[in-house]
């Protein structure tokens, strides 16, 4: 089997039986399938490569690179409902290789790695601190620290919360203000608590309703209250 033109191996959720040399494959045990048929590596001619697990993107790149024969190893995952990337098998002398190559240079990888990740981190402080001032900007009733946290916790790197969306990273007012809609509902009403009881997430947000207007009507200064 080929996906694009990758040759695709699957590590199986249960046991099998090769269709041409009747040998028991047992969960875990690589198979590929030819024609609707699950195949063994020794029969599908794939014996003599050795696997790589994901996990080193260079390391896996490079043995790719020096590879005549290669294969993408997956396997189905029952909760997200896909199949998903395990690792790759190789030719020995190219993870060999890969090895060697990727020893000579981990330094010089690393060294870029720590660069790459202090400046995420550089990044991530100055959203916070715009995004603290445009939610002060648009609450100014808001205490400080409480923008802060707010707009700590919504720009975190990786949650897909609303101030990692394009229009909270534009710090767009209707974004932000979900935000700090979201904020008060668990830290100045008792939605968490209604939640831990059974509510309903609507029936909740309904039932607090009034208190998110009120803290809202306060921060910004008597504006119009925004719905919740």
């Not at 249960?14 to 048929?37: K, P, Q, T, Y």
């Not at 990888?109 to 790459?116: D, K, T």
């Not at 939605?191 to 921060?219: F, K, S």
Request: charged share 30%.
């Amino acid at each position: 089997m080929n996906s694009g033109n990758d040759l695709v191996v699957f590590s199986i959720l249960r046991d099998s039986r090769c269709a041409e040399c009747s040998e028991e494959l047992m969960r875990g045990n690589f198979l590929v399938m030819e024609s609707g048929r699950p195949v063994c590596l020794g029969c599908a001619d794939l014996d003599h490569l050795v696997y790589l697990e994901r996990g080193d993107a260079a390391l896996s790149r490079r043995a790719r690179k020096y590879s005549g024969l290669s294969a993408v190893v997956v396997r189905f995952s029952r909760s997200r409902g896909r199949y998903e990337r395990q690792g790759i098998l190789v030719e020995e002398a190219a993870l060999q290789c890969a090895e060697k190559e990727c020893r000579v240079d981990a330094d010089a990888r690393a060294a870029r790695r720590v660069r790459g990740v202090e400046r995420r981190c550089a990044q991530d402080r100055d959203l916070v601190a715009h995004m603290t001032d445009a939610i002060r900007g648009f609450f100014p009733g808001c205490p400080p620290a409480e923008a802060l946290a707010i707009a700590a916790h919504t720009a975190l790197r990786g949650s897909g919360r609303v101030g990692r969306t394009a229009a909270g990273r534009a710090l767009d007012e209707g974004a932000l203000t979900a935000a700090v809609i979201a904020a008060i509902r668990h830290r100045h009403t008792r939605y968490d608590e209604l939640m831990m009881t059974g509510y309903d997430r609507i029936d909740a947000r309904h039932a607090v309703h009034d208190a998110v207007e009120g803290v809202l009507d306060r921060w910004r200064g008597g504006a119009t209250p925004v719905k919740s």
